[in-house]
Each structure stands twice: as C-alpha cells, then as structure tokens.
C-alpha cells in the first residue's frame, strides 16, 4: 500500500516569507508526527498528532512553527517568517496508534531558506 | 543532561564482516530502543525494536542488545553486505510516552 507522503520534496524559500509542508500519512494511522533533522544530526521531535486529541507540541522550536491535522487525516506544517537557522529537512511519520511504538516515515521536505 | 551518542565516524568494513555499532545513552530511563535505517535522501525505516526487560533480539542477519546497567545498545549485522551500506539511528522511548528520541547515527560502509 502508499506509504507516508510529504511535498514539496524540496522549498527553496527566502528569509522571511512563510511556507507550508504537507504530509499524507499512511491511511488508517491514528498518529502523526513532525521531526526536524538538520545536516549530520538525529531527528529532532517537534509535534505529535494522536486521533482527536490535543496535539503535543512541546517540540516546536518557537512560535513562528505551527502545525495543523484536518480530518484525522493530512497535516500541514506551517513555518513563519523564515530563519535561515530553520533550514533542515522536515520529515513526517505516522503509525497505527500512540501504543504502536514503530513509526513509518515519509521522505522528507527539504527546506533552504536563503 | 540528557544525551544520545551514536559514533559519528563511519565504520567502514569489508564485504562478509559483522558490523557492529554502538548507541550509548545518558539520563534516561527508557522503556524501548529502537534501531532505523535511513539512506541519502530518504525518511527513515525500522527495523527493530528491543524492551527494557529484553536482552537480546534478532531478526534475519539482524541482532539487538540492550544492556540497562550499562545504558548501552549494540547493534549487530552479521554477514554484511554493500547494499547495508546506510546510516542507522537508534532512538529511545520513555515508558507511557510517543516520542522517539534519535541520536544522531552512524554511517556504515561495506566494501565489496
């Protein structure tokens, strides 16, 4: 079956402007996540989606990222008057509920704020 | 403070080897560790994941350790291969959390 889907793949961005990061996850997964990783580092956790809850957003780096779920379903990542420091690849994950510890990653939006 | 260290230098290894490498954490208390591959390019995949009360786990030329005395993982792949050539991440999750905590992994290189 699909897999997780980001897009764009890649965004080239000035500074300042904002941008948007979209993610499918995998039909049927309750949760969603949003990890940064910058060049040469782990993953760095940002926001958790689980069914109609709350989201967890205890990750986000300042108040300039957002992030929405509609529906259960494909979230949105939102970054506001870019910082060249935001520059990293954004990548998404889903999985079948908060207890499935095995996390199903996209690709990845590659971020370049210029 | 809290922290996860995964060998930054690449293991470099011949054809046929084990490849063995090493997750070390420090401050935590963690429930799972988790082992992923990630190629150039691509969002990571998992391929294991080993309980605290678990010492060893294996799966095909795949095998886990998880040693809690110690706060160390070993990550084991016997008979290698070129096309295991990647960079592996372990991560760990707190008990009763969804967070995966990611060190920053290890390349590894298999020579043909």
């Known amino acids: 079956g699909a897999g997780v889907s980001q897009s764009p793949s890649n965004k080239v961005t000035e500074k300042g402007k904002d941008v948007e990061l979209r993610c499918d996850p995998i039909?049927?997964?309750?949760?969603l996540y949003w990890y940064r990783q910058s060049l040469g580092q782990g993953l760095e956790f940002l926001i958790y989606f689980q069914g109609n809850s709350a989201p967890d957003k205890s990750g986000l780096p300042s108040d300039r990222f957002s992030a929405e779920r509609t529906g259960g379903s494909v979230s949105t990542l939102t970054i506001q008057r870019t910082q060249q420091e935001d520059s990293a690849v954004y990548l998404c994950?889903?999985?079948?509920?908060?207890?499935?510890?095995?996390?199903?990653f996209g690709p990845g939006t590659r971020l370049t704020v210029t | 403070s809290q922290k996860i260290e995964q060998n930054s230098e690449a293991l470099n290894i011949q054809e046929g080897k084990t490849a063995t490498l090493t997750c070390n954490y420090t401050n935590y208390s963690p429930a799972y560790l988790q082992w992923y591959r990630q190629d150039p390019g691509r969002g990571p995949v998992f391929l294991l994941l080993?309980?605290?009360?678990?010492k060893e786990k294996r799966k095909e030329r795949l095998k886990v350790t998880f040693d809690t005395t110690l706060k160390q993982s070993l990550f084991h792949i016997t008979a290698s291969q070129p096309a295991d050539s990647a960079t592996y991440l372990c991560?760990?999750?707190?008990?009763?959390?969804?967070?995966?905590?990611f060190g920053s992994g290890t390349r590894l290189l298999v020579r043909p």
């Open positions: 991560a760990l999750v707190m008990d009763s959390s969804y967070k995966l905590i």
């Open positions: 039909s049927g997964h309750t949760a």
């Open positions: 080993i309980r605290e009360n678990e």
């Open positions: 994950a889903s999985s079948f509920g908060s207890n499935s510890y095995e996390q199903y």
